[in-house]
């Protein structure tokens, strides 16, 4: 499908990067455009066994001949670009759109520094929410009033509408999850901006027609790091019993853990209008899942949970997460009319 846009379903780190790593090899889309807030993000991407931990570039990258977008809706921390550029040594085929705000120091060390954010809503400390107050503002800096970003600025909207009109493949990459959103979510513990899918296509100037697929990511359970409500919490020493307990990939804070929330889904499903699931950690919930690569090596009960989310969501999985590589993953989109 020419332009598919991931978001997440739940409280961010569903997986997002894997699925769209996987997207990025199966699709070979000329681009993927990063929406999102900016690097308050963490995408883990396993490939050829070397772990990467992306906060400000697309996790399509193993595919080298993509394009590596970020819109202007995207803050960005101008020293973790240029690490991450360089780190996958990128700079041929990386642009930044000159209208991205810029993280500055004094943005985050007023993260770090209010008790309110730092305490009570517990934020990633990245300056993010400090930044996008500024933004709205109008008086934060843009990328294109940064020397050292300048060989990388783009016009992303175009580029990426471009590529959609030609009828290329190209992904628009979400960040955070739907119940973090400012709008949406469980406010006041929320990310500083809307992160459903309408506000992800905005991040890089697509509009809702040009969409093809819209595809939720969830995890088999529910995570989430910071403050805020989680429905049905287990303890830390039930997550480590059970396989769930996880550390965030930004701030090595514990991840809270819960059971799959099927009202939730229902919900998350809604307010994106998805067109498809993936369904992440399939082989957390039933180990005998694990690295498989179809869809018949799977046991009855993970199935029958499968059927289940479809049932109560009304929209086919089509992606099924089977451990932590970019290619352990059953990929049935030939499921889809
Ligand atoms: P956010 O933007 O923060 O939401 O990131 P994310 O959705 O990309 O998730 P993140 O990388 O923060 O956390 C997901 C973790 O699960 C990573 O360590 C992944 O490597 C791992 N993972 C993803 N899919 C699977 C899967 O199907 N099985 C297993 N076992 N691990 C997975
Ligand atoms: P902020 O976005 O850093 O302001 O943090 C606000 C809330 O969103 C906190 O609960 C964070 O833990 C959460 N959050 C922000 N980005 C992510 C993410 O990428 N994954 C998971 N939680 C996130
Ligand atoms: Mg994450």
């Not at 394009?67 to 973790?80: E, F, K």
Request: with cysteine; glycine share 10%; proline share 5%.
């Amino acid at each position: 499908m020419p332009c598919s846009l991931i978001v997440g379903g739940f409280f961010g780190d569903e997986g997002k990067g894997k699925i769209v790593s996987h997207l990025a090899v199966k699709d070979d889309p000329v681009l993927i455009a990063r929406g999102g807030v900016g690097t308050n993000a963490g995408h883990s991407v396993l490939w050829k066994g070397k772990l990467y931990k992306m906060r400000m570039l697309p996790s399509g990258f193993v595919n080298q001949k993509c394009r590596l977008l970020v819109g202007p809706g995207v803050l960005v921390d101008t020293a973790v670009f240029l690490k991450e550029t360089a780190e996958l040594n990128a700079e041929s085929r990386v642009g930044i759109d000159p209208q991205c705000a810029i993280i500055e120091a004094q943005h985050i060390e007023r993260d770090r520094g209010s008790d309110y954010l730092k305490k009570k809503i517990a934020t990633t400390g990245t300056g993010c929410g400090p930044c996008n107050v500024d933004r709205v503002g109008r008086t934060a800096r843009l990328a294109r009033d940064v020397p050292k970003l300048k060989q990388y600025l783009t016009d992303v909207a175009f580029e990426t509408n471009t590529a959609i009109k030609e009828g290329k493949n190209v992904i628009i990459e979400g960040t955070q999850g739907t119940f973090l959103s400012l709008f949406h979510g469980t406010y006041p513990y929320v990310t500083s901006k809307d992160v459903t899918a309408s506000s992800i296509a905005a991040d890089i100037g697509v509009g809702p027609k040009a969409i093809d697929e819209v595809i939720v990511v969830f995890k088999a359970y529910v995570t989430r790091v910071g403050g805020g409500p989680l429905k049905d919490e287990i303890t830390e020493e039930e997550a480590v019993k059970r396989g769930w307990y996880e550390v965030a990939t930004v701030t090595g804070r514990k991840r809270r853990s819960a059971p799959f929330d099927f009202d939730l889904a229902k919900r998350s499903v809604m307010l994106n209008s998805a067109t498809q699931i993936a369904l992440t950690k399939l082989d957390i919930l039933f180990p005998e899942c694990k690295r498989a690569k179809n869809f018949g090596e799977i046991p009855k009960e993970a199935v029958k949970f499968i059927k289940k989310v479809e049932d109560s969501v009304k929209t086919p999985v089509t992606l099924l997460g089977t451990g932590p590589s970019v290619d352990e993953i059953i990929d049935r989109r030939k499921i889809l009319p």
